[in-house]
């Protein structure tokens, strides 16, 4: 079977995730790169683990999650689907096989608000891995003057946190967000459909969503 940290050493896929965040700076996106893509599969890991999944969806979880923003290098638009493409050719030229190649490709190709659903549990843990991943540390302008909403909303992240309860009926997204840069209403502004489309997934893994910004309760 072809692993994770196989995926992470491979120079191929390491090239298209660097310039795939190339173009993303270059439209003036958010971080995109290496941290952001360990960081959703330590998510995706995360969750599945503590839902009782085998070892072996979770290591299919996090292969999906360390490659499901290369279709980026294409073009912002319809990213999820060429990033679906994109991790099928290149799979499949590891000799991975077909069946979790499926899986991977399908969780992939529904990450993405505008067209996903969380069609089995692999995906959806990649959603509200990918989802969850607000933080200061993502933006890339440091010119706070000229910072659009989205630079406005990143930064105004100090701490997310995402957590299941122990006894398994809730997942919690918790924020803790600076005002003096970005708003509640901000936030939800830009991000309502990715908390709609984490609703969703949570409701496929047996889960109740919940939001909490600076301590309050909203979803």
Do not use: W
Request: aromatic share 6%; with cysteine; charged share 25%.
């Amino acid at each position: 079977m072809i692993t994770y940290e196989q995926l992470r050493q491979n120079e191929e896929i390491k090239t298209y995730i660097k310039k795939a965040d190339e173009a993303l700076a270059a439209l003036g996106y958010t971080e995109h790169s290496f941290a952001h893509v360990t960081k959703v599969s330590q998510i995706a890991s995360y969750i599945l683990t503590q839902m009782g999944a085998d070892a072996h969806a979770v290591e299919l979880a996090r292969m999906a999650a360390y490659l499901h923003d290369i279709g980026n290098l294409v073009n912002r638009v319809d990213h999820s689907q060429s990033g679906a493409v994109m991790a099928f050719r290149i799979l499949r030229s590891m000799d991975m096989d077909a069946g979790d190649v499926a899986t991977i490709v399908s969780a992939i190709g529904n990450h993405d608000e505008g067209t996903g659903v969380p069609i089995n549990d692999i995906s959806a843990a990649l959603i509200l891995a990918d989802k969850s991943d607000v933080r200061r540390s993502r933006v890339r302008n440091t010119d706070i003057a000229n910072f659009d909403i989205h630079d406005r909303v990143n930064y105004s992240v100090t701490d997310s946190v995402l957590e299941i309860s122990e006894d398994k009926t809730e997942i919690t997204l918790r924020l803790t967000i600076d005002t003096e840069y970005g708003s509640v209403m901000d936030y939800f502004e830009i991000f309502l459909g990715r908390m709609v489309l984490c609703r969703k997934a949570a409701e496929k893994l047996g889960l109740r969503f919940r939001l909490q910004i600076n301590g309050q309760s909203l979803l």
